[in-house]
């Protein structure tokens, strides 16, 4: 009797070793899943920007060193020291809680690494402090160090807003007017007024938000803006932060509302063109050449030669301004009284003849015809 080998002996044969790896291969799954995101992870940790100080306290006055690594190739970096912030929760209260004043630019080499010095400055805020580095350009990444600010005074952190969540309610609008000095080129100035409603389960206090100002077809330029005040869970409130343009600007703008990550509201905003300006350059262009040419002819008429008949003819000429300005020859009154007397007497005595009664001694007699 002969044995047949065919695939269903196959089949018998391999189950053992099946049954084996169907064993052995859930026990390995878990290693196999840990090897796998332990790469990932390790190369995110290997490339995630760092940032280490040369020293971790130092007072007002001083400088340290400040190195990184693991950053952008060839990006500007700024670097600043902040008050009321920590490496876990960052700056809470943003720039404005930064010596800006005394920050630091500088820019990776290629490799994304940099090293610069940083004078010790003291923060608008209490400590705790941190210096913070952040890019300027392109992406944006940032990183926080524990620094202490020798002397500085320190204060607890606020209390932790994450749960609250803010959301615009009604439309935003500008409220305010143009004053005369804007007309001649003064920076216009509004106000963004917007209602915020908190739709999280905790609140926020004292929010910062970022307002954003385009034009034409540039990318917006954000400024932070914090408002002071708590938005409870479920409450809203209403809220006014101040915008700025820069002097002389005219055209159509369009003012943004951001709120961590998210633009909240966009407003535009047309500003009509500062005549005044342009009146003020078309009457120096008038002013100025009439003023050139009237002393001009000043200078030319007191250097140009005289001849010797115009010098008589001035001498000879009795000026109007020499008489003007002497004292008016008057007449005694009595002597004045005497005069017209003596002209009435005189009058009086001469003989009064009518037409008639005339003498005729020089008057040549008519003749008669016949006379010779």
């Given at each position: 009797?002969?044995?047949?080998?065919?695939?269903?002996?196959?089949?018998?044969?391999?189950?053992?070793?099946?049954?084996?790896?169907?064993?052995?291969?859930?026990?390995l799954?878990?290693?196999?899943?840990?090897?796998?995101?332990?790469?990932?992870?390790?190369?995110?940790a290997?490339?995630?920007?760092?940032?280490?100080?040369s020293t971790?306290?130092a007072?007002?006055?001083?400088?340290?060193?400040?190195?990184?690594?693991?950053?952008?190739g060839?990006?500007?970096?700024?670097?600043?020291i902040c008050?009321?912030?920590?490496?876990?929760?960052?700056?809470?209260?943003?720039?404005n809680?930064?010596?800006n004043?005394a920050?630091?630019?500088?820019?990776?080499d290629?490799?994304?690494?940099?090293?610069?010095?940083?004078?010790?400055?003291?923060?608008?805020?209490?400590?705790?402090?941190?210096?913070?580095?952040?890019?300027?350009?392109?992406?944006?990444?940032?990183?926080?160090a524990?620094?202490?600010?020798?002397?500085?005074?320190?204060?607890?952190?606020?209390?932790?807003?994450?749960?609250?969540?803010l959301?615009?309610?009604a439309?935003?609008r500008?409220?305010g007017?143009?004053?005369?000095?804007?007309?001649?080129g003064?920076?216009?100035?509004?106000?963004?007024?917007?209602?915020?409603?908190?739709l999280?389960?905790?609140?926020?206090?004292?929010?910062v938000f970022?307002?954003g100002t385009?034009?034409?077809?540039?990318a917006?330029?954000?400024?932070e803006?914090?408002w002071?005040?708590t938005v409870?869970?479920?409450?809203?409130?209403?809220?006014?932060?101040?915008?700025?343009?820069?002097?002389?600007?005219?055209?159509?703008?369009?003012?943004?509302?951001?709120y961590?990550?998210?633009?909240?509201?966009?407003?535009?905003?047309?500003?009509?063109?500062?005549?005044?300006?342009?009146?003020?350059?078309?009457?120096?262009?008038?002013?100025v050449?009439?003023?050139?040419?009237?002393?001009?002819?000043?200078?030319?008429d007191?250097?140009?030669?005289?001849?010797v008949?115009a010098?008589?003819?001035?001498?000879a000429?009795p000026?109007?301004?020499?008489?003007?300005?002497l004292?008016?020859?008057?007449?005694?009154?009595?002597?004045?009284a005497?005069?017209a007397?003596?002209?009435?007497?005189?009058t009086?005595?001469?003989?009064?003849?009518?037409?008639?009664?005339?003498?005729?001694?020089?008057r040549?007699?008519?003749?008669?015809?016949?006379?010779?």
């Amino acid at each position: 009797m002969t044995r047949r080998t065919g695939p269903e002996t196959l089949r018998r044969a391999a189950s053992p070793a099946r049954l084996l790896t169907l064993a052995v291969l859930p026990a390995l799954l878990p290693a196999l899943f840990l090897s796998v995101l332990a790469v990932p992870g390790a190369r995110a940790a290997e490339s995630a920007p760092t940032v280490s100080l040369s020293t971790k306290e130092a007072g007002k006055g001083g400088e340290i060193t400040v190195s990184g690594k693991g950053w952008r190739g060839e990006a500007l970096m700024l670097l600043l020291i902040c008050g009321q912030a920590t490496p876990e929760r960052g700056v809470i209260g943003g720039t404005n809680s930064c010596a800006n004043g005394a920050g630091r630019a500088v820019t990776t080499d290629k490799k994304g690494a940099f090293s610069k010095k940083l004078p010790v400055a003291e923060p608008p805020e209490p400590c705790p402090c941190v210096v913070h580095v952040a890019t300027v350009t392109g992406e944006q990444a940032s990183a926080d160090a524990a620094f202490t600010v020798a002397g500085h005074p320190t204060a607890e952190l606020p209390r932790r807003t994450g749960g609250g969540k803010l959301a615009v309610l009604a439309a935003t609008r500008l409220e305010g007017d143009s004053s005369l000095l804007t007309w001649f080129g003064a920076p216009p100035a509004r106000r963004l007024v917007f209602t915020v409603g908190n739709l999280g389960p905790a609140p926020v206090e004292d929010p910062v938000f970022e307002i954003g100002t385009a034009h034409g077809v540039y990318a917006p330029q954000w400024e932070e803006r914090q408002w002071r005040g708590t938005v409870a869970p479920g409450a809203r409130a209403r809220i006014a932060l101040p915008v700025e343009l820069s002097a002389g600007a005219h055209g159509d703008y369009q003012i943004s509302l951001r709120y961590g990550k998210k633009v909240l509201a966009e407003q535009p905003w047309g500003i009509g063109r500062p005549w005044g300006v342009t009146l003020f350059w078309v009457l120096l262009c008038l002013v100025v050449p009439a003023a050139v040419f009237r002393i001009g002819m000043a200078v030319v008429d007191r250097i140009r030669p005289r001849t010797v008949g115009a010098h008589r003819t001035a001498g000879a000429r009795p000026g109007p301004a020499v008489s003007k300005g002497l004292p008016r020859r008057t007449t005694p009154v009595a002597r004045t009284a005497r005069s017209a007397a003596a002209a009435d007497a005189t009058t009086a005595v001469l003989p009064w003849f009518t037409p008639d009664s005339a003498p005729s001694e020089n008057r040549p007699r008519p003749t008669t015809k016949g006379q010779a």
